[in-house]
């Protein structure tokens, strides 16, 4: 059963560089879309972007400016930067796959 | 950007029938829109229901079922239990990206 296992930094600064990984265990890498999802605290969720094993990208037309999602098919994962951030990027992020699967969360708390 | 409309709340009593609707500001939802439902319960990841308007992942419970209704996509739990009190959000494709609604409450009482 796939598992995805998500790290990065939870505590940045104003203009700093939000740097998320998402590993992907016990399932293949192609054939999805791997997304990033986040979710300010007691608010909704708003999804970030995809990719794909071959490294084509999709952004929410809102962040697309601040926002890159990579692919590391040698090593099953893939990646989320975003900045500069600000306060309202504070939020817990989430990997997935397909919308399917889901990983843990990482709350990322952005302030001075 | 498209807006996705939810119900902000419902209300339902446990083994009763509940419909919760997504709406799109442009228009009315069709199957192109992919429509995706989800539980999330406090401190927990979101959980994946229904994807493509009615296809029910492996986990979910047979009283979950998706649909279209009266133009916007619906997601209707039949014989609701206490457990599924949680929020629930739909995620729509639209215009080449994707759009969650704003999340409905989903209280079992």
């Known amino acids: 059963q796939v598992q995805l296992q998500q790290w990065g930094a939870g505590l940045l600064k104003p203009s700093e560089t939000l740097s998320l990984t998402c590993a992907v265990y016990?399932?293949?890498?192609?054939?999805?879309?791997w997304s990033w999802i986040r979710q300010p605290p007691g608010k909704g969720l708003e999804w970030i972007g995809d990719?794909?094993?071959?490294?084509?990208?999709n952004y929410n037309p809102s962040l697309k400016s601040r926002v890159t999602i990579s692919v590391d098919t040698s090593r099953n994962q893939f990646s989320l930067k975003l900045t500069p951030v600000t306060a309202a990027d504070t939020a817990v992020y989430y990997c997935a796959r397909n919308f399917d699967t889901w990983g843990q969360g990482t709350l990322v708390t952005v302030s001075s | 950007q498209t807006v996705v409309t939810q119900e902000p709340s419902l209300t339902v009593s446990p083994g009763g029938t509940v419909t919760l609707t997504c709406a799109s500001s442009t228009g009315a939802v069709t199957s192109g829109y992919y429509p995706n439902w989800f539980q999330q319960k406090p401190g927990q990841a979101p959980r994946a229901l229904i994807y493509s308007t009615s296809n029910k992942n492996s986990w979910t419970p047979a009283r979950f079922s998706g649909s279209l209704l009266g133009g916007k996509a619906a997601l209707t739990l039949s014989g609701v239990q206490p457990e599924d009190e949680a929020e629930y959000y739909c995620l729509l494709y639209c215009d080449g990206s994707w759009v969650f609604g704003g999340g409905t409450k989903l209280t079992v009482l």
């Open positions: 990719i794909n094993h071959g490294g084509s990208a």
């Open positions: 016990g399932g293949s890498f192609s054939g999805y879309y």
